[in-house]
């Protein structure tokens, strides 16, 4: 799944710091991801939110593949609504690049 390979992919030195929670939600397939990075580490609980997440980002599964092909970007993908992201504007912006 994309959560564990962004879990192995994770520099953990350069993520040290910069802790925080989302909740990642597949509009289409109906499922939500809560996920958690904290003291440079990912982890992610299928099926569950996180009511105190600092970010939530809902988009449909194929448009995270279009993302993970390079045939689309986050920028590109929000202006197109493409998905949604909401929280702490800080934190959004770490996740996507911004």
Do not use: C
């Not at 040290?16 to 992610?44: C, E, I």
């Not at 997440?53 to 202006?79: G, H, Q, S, W, Y």
Request: glycine fraction near 12%; avoid cysteine.
């Amino acid at each position: 799944m994309f959560f564990d390979f962004l879990g192995v992919r994770l520099d953990s030195e350069k993520a040290q710091g910069h802790d925080m929670t989302l909740n990642w939600v597949f509009s289409d397939l109906k499922k939500p991801y809560a996920v958690t990075l904290r003291n440079g580490v990912l982890t992610y609980r299928e099926g569950m939110r996180n009511p105190k997440a600092d970010v939530t980002v809902t988009m449909t599964k194929p448009m995270l593949d279009r993302i993970n092909l390079r045939e689309v970007d986050f920028k590109t993908a929000l202006a197109q609504g493409g998905y949604r992201g909401g929280g702490r504007r800080q934190q959004a912006r770490r996740t996507d690049g911004g």
